[in-house]
């Protein structure tokens, strides 16, 4: 499986933009790029995942190069609640196969 | 959308005995389940991955006969913490996607974690 390396930790403040990057040099021709957020004490719920350029839903936004060794996890007017640890995974997208799980970003939002 | 869900959400035992978490997935089928372990401020560890119907798969370091994993039906799967000692604190988090949905691309589903603490 692709390793990845994420911020350990970033701030910011509500109602602004936040981007996150994640580098995975090794990702394979299979592999799908997933992002996934975990509150504290919670387990972690997925937020969008993408194979290539950009993917948009109601929570986030993922971009991603043409030659996909990285992404950016993008977090329009965070609030508050967007608080949380923000973790990258790549890898084939089978139901048999665990995901792993790397550091991910500690995004702190203040008022 | 599909639930996992898992019970307790919270337990204390005192050191030595067992305890035994369940994850449910409940409006869908998963053959294949995953057990996870999480300390405080670090990542979830993957500990085993349950098949329903024959044995776990363990993870390098994860003691097969402390952690035990039954996996009786297509929506239920077990995790019995075993003479837990203080060590074994820490929270515990199932997975599993939708069979019915194999080979396509889902997301994974997390139950709401077991923080269990031995005293």
């Known amino acids: 499986l692709a390793k990845t390396t994420q911020p350990i930790s970033m701030d910011s403040y509500e109602g602004q933009e936040v981007n996150i990057t994640c580098s995975h040099n090794?990702?394979?021709?299979?592999?799908?790029i997933t992002w996934y957020q975990q509150f504290p004490s919670q387990g972690p719920r997925f937020i969008i995942q993408?194979?290539?350029t950009k993917v948009t839903n109601e929570v986030a936004s993922l971009f991603i190069p043409a030659d996909r060794k990285s992404s950016t996890l993008s977090l329009p007017r965070v609030s508050l609640s967007d608080t949380a640890v923000y973790y990258c995974?790549?890898?084939?997208?089978?139901?048999?196969?665990?995901?792993?799980f790397g550091s991910g970003t500690r995004l702190q939002v203040q008022p | 959308g599909a639930v996992v869900s898992q019970h307790p959400s919270r337990v204390i035992c005192k050191s030595g005995t067992s305890v035994k978490i369940e994850c449910r997935s409940l409006?869908?089928?998963?053959?294949?389940m995953f057990w996870y372990r999480q300390f405080p401020k670090q990542s979830l560890m993957l500990m085993a991955t349950?098949?329903?119907?024959?044995?776990?798969?363990?993870e390098q370091g994860v003691e097969k006969d402390k952690f035990l994993i039954n996996h009786a039906s297509l929506t239920l799967s077990t995790l019995t913490v075993t003479s837990a000692h203080p060590e074994d604190s820490s929270f515990y988090i199932c997975?599993?996607?939708?069979?019915?949905?194999?080979?396509?691309?889902?997301?994974?589903?997390f139950g709401q974690g077991t923080r269990l603490t031995v005293v």
């Open positions: 997975s599993a996607r939708d069979d019915d949905l194999q080979g396509r691309n889902t997301e994974a589903f």
């Open positions: 090794n990702i394979a021709t299979n592999d799908y």
């Open positions: 993408g194979y290539k």
């Open positions: 995974l790549v890898g084939e997208d089978t139901g048999r196969r665990a995901l792993t």
């Open positions: 409006d869908f089928q998963a053959t294949t």
């Open positions: 349950s098949n329903e119907g024959s044995k776990a798969t363990y």
